[in-house]
Nanobody, 116 residues
Framework: QVQLVESGGGLVQAGGSLRLSCAAS????????MGWDRQAPGKQRELVAA???????NYADSVKGRFTISRDNAKNTVYLQMNSLKPDDTAVYYC??????????WGQGTQVTVSS
């Protein structure tokens, strides 16, 4: 069993910044990758960003240059720094972790709302 605790969502004006955090705990021997997905109302869930255990990162085209993902391996924690936020970034953001070479888990989500 793996638990993911997300924090950092909220309401911000366009052009502002937010930082999301997600800490993983439980039966984890090794973390392969951590990342963030998001789902806006009426839209499919999409990958926002991910980072592997080796530090490789991947971003959705829509957030490149504005969002930065990072990890603290000692704390099993992943961060998403979101700058220059746009109303289109409004969504529920879900943390995810791939671990023990075969499993995946998602958090319950945190709401990010960007007002114009």
């Amino acid at each position: 069993q793996v638990q993911l605790v997300e924090s950092g969502g909220g309401l911000v004006q366009a052009g502002g910044s937010l930082r999301l955090s997600c800490a993983a705990s439980g039966s984890i021997f090794s973390i392969d990758a951590m990342g963030w997905d998001r789902q806006a109302p009426g839209k499919q869930r999409e990958l926002v960003a991910a980072v592997t255990s080796g530090g490789s990162t991947n971003y959705a085209d829509s957030v490149k240059g504005r969002f930065t993902i990072s990890r603290d391996n000692a704390k099993n924690t992943v961060y998403l720094q979101m700058n220059s936020l746009k109303p289109d970034d409004t969504a529920v953001y879900y943390c995810n972790v791939r671990y023990n070479s075969r499993y995946a888990s998602w958090g319950q989500g945190t709401q990010v709302t960007v007002s114009s």
